[in-house]
Every structure is written in structure tokens, then in C-alpha cells.
């Protein structure tokens, strides 16, 4: 067989996940619940918009939406116009919301195209609307995204109700939305948080203004996952829901407010079993060094997988219910276990480290608090080189 016909051929590791060394489980129908227990929690009549970028916080953004709309969600925010795209190719209708900032014609042009809306933060993304839906002959929807007090991506709250009159002028833009977002939501009670209430202050001013001038704001949102949990107060028309919605909580105190079930679970193989002495040091740095005769495990993912670097010796990996320390350096493409205390853990066998083994788990949480991060950056932290796995009916 010459190399241009192997290269049709499926690789035996490419065939099935019994010979994958890493990879990440997608339990699809636990992303579909999540969607529905928040549906259930909503105010009457509010919506729910899965948000499914970085390509579903690392989930894989098509299988997610698709569960996502099974559990009751009616729309989805991407942050980018590629991201859109992405649902629309792979056969996804439900109207779709552009959370980022589109500059170029070409990008807006794209969204008419494919029926994506995008966020406008200005008056001059709105004209440049206008022209091309006027030159395609088809309307183009939008929201209107505006600062309250996050200080990124909006325009001005107090130029809200103008801005608001002068796309209601534009024959060819239609205002489906009005939208914020909360730089706070997540803060504990204990916290003092001013905050929001200032945020929410100012976007209920703006919507008042538009219903006195009797301007059409469409569906108003305002609520991330830390304000949906909070309560129907930030509900509005509809809530933008990441975080939860893949199962974790945005804060510890809302944890207890919602049954939500983590769908990822992050697994690698075991590659190589060392017997050693005590007193051998372990990995780049020798940062471990064993205290008495140990088994190690070489386990084969590392942090170009997106294992960060810094939770060296930090952190353990579940096997039959039982915790495996991690020890030494983290490496690119492997990392060390004491499997002194398992003496049944063989090559070949699959080490959760993330995720629910037995009754234990372990969850971004409890590596983002040991790294100085948040679980968003976790779960969006793992590369493409760990094959995404979907388990589930959806
Ligand atoms: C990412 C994002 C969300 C979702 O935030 P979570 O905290 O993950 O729920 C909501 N709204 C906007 C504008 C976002 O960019």
C-alpha cells in the first residue's frame, strides 16, 4: 500500500476510543437537562439562549446545541461570525445572536447571509447594516448591545434611547433586541456588591425611556448564568446562560441554587507503569521526590492539552473511585501519578481527571481555585488534540 492510499485509511487509534491515550466525554443528555432545569427556573415567558462559544466552553458547540434545544432552549450566542457559521452549517436554524463585535462590511454581509445577529455597539455598524440590507434587498435583525457599567463592548447606556430612535429610522435594520451585560453577577452576598444594582438601574432607566417614547427595544436581556441563578429579577425577555448550562456554578454560593449536572468528563490512559526506589526524583526539576519504594503511572496528557502547567503536584486523578496523587512536573504531553497505594492500575487503563468516578468527582472548580483562574478558563482551556466524545441520545 503506497502512502497516498493509506492516507483514506483509518488510523486503528482513529477507529474507536479504546485506543485513544486522552480525551474529553460529552454527556449530551446531561447539557440537555441542565437546559431544561433552567428553563424550569425562568420567569414566565423568558427564553433561554444557550451560549455555545469557544466552541461550546469546550464541549464541541454543535452536539451542545443540539442537546441545548432538546432541553428547551429556543436561540444560541456565539462570540464570533466563524462560530455562527459553524451551527448554521451543520444544519441549525434557531436564531442565533453574535455576542462579539463585527467591524468589517464583509462579516455583516455574512450574517445577513447566513441569518446571524450581530451586536451593535454604534451608530456606524448600524449604517453599515442599512447599506447592505438595502443592496441585498432583505432586511437584516439586530440587538442593540449597551454599557451599563461592564466597560467593553456597548455603547453608552445614556445613548441608548437615541441610538434606539435612529435604528428605528433605518428602513432595512430591524431591532429584534436590547441587551447588557453584568461585570458583577457572581459576587456573594457577603460581597456588597453595588455594582449591579447600578447596572440593572440603568438598564430598567433605558427601557423605561423606550417605552415612554413608545420605541420598540424587541427581547431585553441582561442575565449570564450568576444573574439567571440569582433569580427572575435579571430575567427579562431572556437570559444568556454559559456556565451553567455545561453543568458548573459561576460562584459557590449558587451552587445549591440549581440541580446542575457537569457533562464533560476529561479522561487519559495509562502509558507506562515504573517501579522505582525511594528517593528518585520525578519529572523535569525533580520537584517530587519518593519517599519510599513507589509505582508510578505515566499517564498520556499534558498541559498542550490543556492540563495547566501550574497545578503540578497539585492535583489527583480518580481510578475505581479511589485518588491518585499527581506528582512532579506536568508535563507537554504527560504527567506522573503515585500508584504506590493502587497496585491494580495497569497500562491501558482510563484515569478520570475530571469528572465523576464512582462517588467521587472532581470538577474545574477545584482546579481553577489551585491556579488562580476560573472554571471558564478550564473547560475552554482544552485543545483540539483531545478528540471530543459525545455520549448521549442527542
Ligand atoms: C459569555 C457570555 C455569556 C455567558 O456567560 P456565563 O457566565 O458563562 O453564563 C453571556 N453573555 C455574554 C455577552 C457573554 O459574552
Known amino acids: 500500500m503506497n502512502a497516498l492510499s493509506l492516507a483514506s485509511q483509518p488510523e486503528p487509534h482513529e477507529a474507536g476510543y479504546s485506543r485513544q491515550r486522552a480525551w474529553v466525554e460529552v454527556d449530551t443528555d446531561a447539557i440537555a437537562r441542565n437546559a431544561a432545569t433552567l428553563a424550569t427556573g425562568l420567569a414566565p415567558g423568558c427564553q433561554l439562549m ?34 455562527g457559521v459553524q451551527l448554521r452549517r451543520a444544519g441549525i436554524t434557531a436564531p442565533v445572536l453574535v455576542l462579539g463585535n463585527l467591524i468589517h462590511p464583509d462579516e455583516l454581509r455574512s450574517c445577513l ?103 420598540d427595544a424587541g427581547c431585553r436581556h441582561l442575565a449570564n448564568s450568576a444573574a439567571t441563578l440569582r433569580g427572575p429579577d435579571f430575567h427579562y425577555d431572556m437570559v444568556r446562560v454559559g456556565l451553567a448550562l455545561y453543568g458548573h456554578s459561576p460562584a459557590l454560593h449558587l451552587a445549591a441554587a440549581s440541580a446542575l449536572q457537569p457533562a464533560m468528563q476529561l479522561r487519559a490512559r495509562v502509558s507506562l507503569i515504573r517501579s522505582v526506589p525511594a528517593g528518585i526524583g520525578v519529572s523535569y526539576g525533580h520537584r517530587f521526590r519518593t519517599s519510599r519504594p513507589s509505582r508510578l503511572a505515566v499517564v498520556s496528557i499534558g498541559y498542550a ?33 503515585d500508584a504506590t497505594d493502587a497496585p491494580d492500575l495497569d497500562v491501558g487503563e482510563v484515569v478520570t481527571l475530571l469528572g465523576q468516578d464512582g462517588d467521587q468527582q472532581i470538577t474545574p472548580a477545584d482546579w481553577s481555585q489551585r491556579c488562580q483562574t476560573i472554571p471558564w478558563e478550564i473547560l475552554c482551556g482544552f485543545k483540539h488534540r483531545l478528540p471530543r466524545l459525545p455520549l448521549g441520545a442527542h
Open 113 to 215: 447571509r447566513w441569518q446571524l445577529m450581530p451586536t451593535l455597539s454604534g451608530m456606524r455598524e448600524a449604517l453599515l447594516c442599512q447599506n447592505l440590507a438595502a443592496a441585498a434587498g432583505r432586511p437584516i435583525g439586530v440587538h442593540l448591545k449597551l454599557d451599563t457599567g461592564m466597560t467593553r463592548l456597548g455603547v453608552d447606556w445614556q445613548e441608548g434611547p437615541r441610538l434606539v430612535a435612529a435604528i428605528a429610522e433605518l428602513a432595512d435594520v430591524q431591532l429584534l433586541g436590547v441587551y447588557s451585560h453584568l461585570a458583577n453577577a457572581d459576587a456573594a452576598p457577603a460581597d456588597d456588591d453595588s455594582i449591579t444594582p447600578c447596572q440593572v438601574q440603568r438598564f430598567a432607566s433605558v427601557l423605561a425611556a423606550l417605552r415612554q417614547q413608545q420605541l
Open 50 to 83: 444557550a451560549v455555545v462559544k469557544a466552541d461550546g466552553y469546550g464541549h464541541g458547540a454543535v452536539p451542545v446545541a443540539r442537546a441545548a434545544l432538546a432541553g428547551g432552549a429556543s436561540s444560541f450566542g456565539v462570540a464570533t461570525l466563524a462560530e
Open 305 to 337: 492539552d490543556g492540563v495547566p502547567r501550574q497545578l503540578s503536584g497539585q492535583i489527583a486523578v480518580l481510578h475505581r473511585g479511589r485518588r491518585l496523587p499527581q506528582v512532579g512536573a506536568i508535563t507537554m504531553d504527560q504527567l506522573v501519578l
